[in-house]
């Protein structure tokens, strides 16, 4: 037989799924079941010894089916499917991208242990380890992405914690700024500040690109995570998460998501099987859309500065890491209006198509304004360092007919005065 390697897009509709086992439908069923009969009493103490760790599973044997909260054909398939863009060893899925974050944070750090992680980070990130993971006894420093790998070592040097460093969580490009910061450099770090007893893991909140135009395993990290109500619902209608890593790191995850039982339902997990068949023409379009309205943005007289990974000038540090790990801008872009709020809220106001909601990585053009909504619960000065001002204005690129976009934009910069 020919042997050919298809692409992940050419995957999404069939991987994992055996129209056999489902009266030969076309598309995987919804499995809406709690548990699962076994054939007799020696298979269902099998597969708990399996599921428990009891005992390795054997290479010819394959693991049944338990209970929901263990697994599911939907989430299963769905996982299968993930794994392709990340070339990852395994995933696992979440019912919300907030519970994917906060069970990797649960199960990799402890009491006593130092997470770094780079600012600007999502709005709930940042509060589950300021207020929560510091409750616990978990120290943290927040670093920013104009600071040199050598300057972050140096930082944590003096902090008189090093040796209890347990992980690096980042954000790249961070949100809404689009600010990069380079994984194998971080990766490299990790490495220098891991011992034979304590290995430091990289965590990566690949949100706004993946899972198509960056691959953070590729460059050393040890999990990518993802709030899959973005771009991989894509569609605005589901909340949900993902984390991917090698089998070892991915074990310690699904054991622990069984027991906070947190993991997705099959109803969602069917929703976004459906999602990721249009995944690559989504987000090319989008990507091709938001490059077309941030070049026009760059040229309007109303607007100071666009941040979007398709403008970064060439040679500069941040155009490094950018080619370095991303195969392309993505769709989401911020810009400095001339003013402040006043001229911010007029322009949002004034837009007929683009909708004002926060969200993102959906079928629909969205606006929003961080600093007065996403970021209002940062503390002001980190906002100022992170260029998180009054003046920001956050869009996140749809499917619509870009010509279509271009005269909103256009018609509501004529609306600030
Ligand atoms: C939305 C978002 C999250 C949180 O995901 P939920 O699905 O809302 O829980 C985490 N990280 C980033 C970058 C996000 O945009």
Redesign the pocket.
């Known amino acids: 037989m020919n042997s050919h390697k298809f692409s992940p897009e050419s995957k999404m509709m069939s991987h994992g799924y055996k129209p056999s086992l489902s009266e030969g439908s076309i598309k995987c069923p919804i499995f809406n079941t709690s548990t699962f009969v076994f054939n007799t009493a020696e298979e269902g103490k099998a597969f708990f010894e399996v599921a428990y760790g009891i005992r390795e599973k054997e290479a010819s044997e394959e693991m049944g089916l338990i209970y929901s909260r263990i697994n599911n054909p939907n989430l299963e398939i769905l996982e299968k499917r993930l794994c392709l863009w990340d070339e990852a060893d395994d995933c696992a899925t979440f019912e919300?991208?907030?519970?994917?974050?906060s069970t990797v944070f649960l199960e990799f750090l402890k009491p006593g242990d130092l997470l770094v992680y780079t600012h600007p980070?999502?709005g709930?990130?940042n509060h589950f380890i300021e207020h929560f993971l510091s409750k616990i006894g978990i120290e943290s420093i927040g670093v920013f992405a104009d600071q040199s790998v050598e300057e972050i070592k140096s930082i944590i040097e003096q902090s008189g914690k090093a040796d209890k460093l347990a992980m690096f969580y980042l954000?790249t490009p961070g949100?809404p700024t689009n600010d990069m910061v380079d994984i194998e450099a971080y990766s490299i770090l990790a490495k220098e500040f891991s011992t034979d007893e304590n290995k430091v893991i990289v965590a990566v909140?690949n949100?706004?690109m993946g899972p198509l135009w960056q691959h953070p395993l590729k460059h050393g990290a040890d999990l990518v995570?993802?709030?899959?109500?973005?771009y991989i619902g894509g569609h605005s209608d589901v909340?949900?998460?993902a984390v991917l890593g090698n089998q070892e790191v991915m074990n310690r995850v699904k054991v622990l998501r069984t027991f906070l039982g947190n993991m997705i339902s099959p109803n969602t997990a069917w929703l976004l099987m459906r999602s990721l068949e249009t995944l690559k023409v989504r987000m090319s379009q989008q990507t091709k859309n938001a490059q077309e309205v941030a070049v026009y943005l760059s040229k309007q007289d109303k607007v100071e500065s666009v941040s979007y990974l398709g403008l970064l000038p060439e040679g500069s540090e941040q155009y490094t890491i950018y080619k370095k790990q991303c195969s392309a801008p993505g769709g989401m872009i911020s810009f400095n209006i001339k003013g402040g709020e006043k001229e911010a809220f007029q322009f949002i106001n004034a837009l007929q198509l683009m909708k004002v909601a926060v969200?993102?990585?959906g079928t629909e053009s969205l606006v929003q304004h961080p600093n007065s909504m996403t970021h209002a619960g940062v503390d002001a000065e980190q906002k100022e360092r992170m260029n998180i001002t009054d003046k920001l204005v956050r869009l996140s690129i749809g499917v619509e007919d870009v010509k279509d976009i271009i005269w909103d934009v256009n018609q509501a910069l004529e609306a600030v005065s």
């Open positions: 919300s991208g907030m519970a994917a974050i980070t999502y709930g990130t954000e949100n909140d949100t706004f995570l993802y709030s899959a109500t973005k909340i949900a998460g969200s993102l990585g």
